[in-house]
């Protein structure tokens, strides 16, 4: 539906590898008076290990060129990993089977975003803020369907709960200029209940398949009117007069375009 942004999974390049914690204080212990301290260190990768010679952690580049930063647990698992790409810096935390957890990228065009998952590819929680647009946050389920949407897109705040995979089913918006809105959506995805404010006035429609129901509005005159719809007409109404009746479709419209 063309009145329902969905947040688009975000599109993190992930690089192959990971990040971790910080070196442990040892590491930057102060040396000895009689060490000399040299004035620089020149190395195309540095590497940390413990006392079985095992590394833990090291500095080096990837395949494609990017210097990255790693740790490894004490069984010899990469839990984590931070490197400079070529589209911004990304850092990657892992469980120990190497499956991503925890994904973080700042775009060099501002485009920025953090990815939960309970491993790689299955998202559970998704924040991306984009120029010019504006912040979002998505909420998945065990299934990896999106089942909540939280945005401000270009100034218009929403809020959408999904019934399933980009269905809406509960959605509330608002335009600081236009109004604001209640919406709800049957299981086939079709708007069927609106209520909320345009223009600072009161409206109220609540349509069947069939275009039967009910609505009220504010006539253009400023009298309130109360409608009951037979298949798109009105049948009676509280005033005699016919509600005006915009499309369901076109109440949404008006409120986020």
């Known amino acids: 539906m063309k009145t329902i942004h969905i947040i688009a999974i975000i599109a993190i390049s992930f690089i192959a590898g990971m990040f971790g914690g910080a070196f442990s204080e040892r590491v930057f212990a102060n040396p000895k008076n009689d ?5 620089q260190l020149l190395a195309k990768a540095f590497y940390l290990v413990d006392e079985n010679k095992k590394p833990r952690a090291g500095m080096s580049f990837d395949d494609y060129g990017n210097p990255v930063i790693y740790v490894i647990d004490k069984e010899g698992n990469t839990r984590g990993y931070l490197a400079s790409t070529s589209i911004g810096p990304m850092l990657t935390l892992t469980d ?13 065009d501002g485009n920025s975003a953090i990815a939960l998952m309970k491993t790689s590819g299955q998202p559970r929680m998704m924040m991306q803020y984009e120029p010019g647009r504006g912040p979002g946050m998505a909420l998945y389920d065990d299934n990896n369907t999106g089942k ?7 100034g218009k705040p929403s809020i959408t709960l999904l019934q399933g995979d980009k269905k809406p089913a509960i959605s509330l918006l608002s335009d600081p200029q236009k109004g604001a809105m209640l919406a709800a959506w049957n299981s086939r995805g079709q ?14 429609f609540a ?9 009220f509005n504010t006539q253009r005159d400023g009298r309130p009117a109360l409608g009951l719809l037979s298949e798109g007409s009105v049948v009676w109404s509280a ?15 008006q409120i986020l375009r």
């Open 96 to 108: 120990k089977k190497g499956g991503m957890n925890v994904a973080l990228k700042a775009g060099d």
């Open 35 to 39: 060490d000399a301290v040299p004035d």
């Open 191 to 204: 708007h069927r209940l609106s209520l909320g404010l345009m223009r600072d006035k009161p409206l109220l």
């Open 207 to 215: 349509y069947n398949p069939d275009d039967t129901g009910l609505l």
């Open 148 to 154: 909540a949407v939280l945005m401000v897109d270009h």
């Open 239 to 253: 005033s005699g007069v016919a509600p005006e009746m915009p499309a369901m479709d076109g109440i949404l419209d």
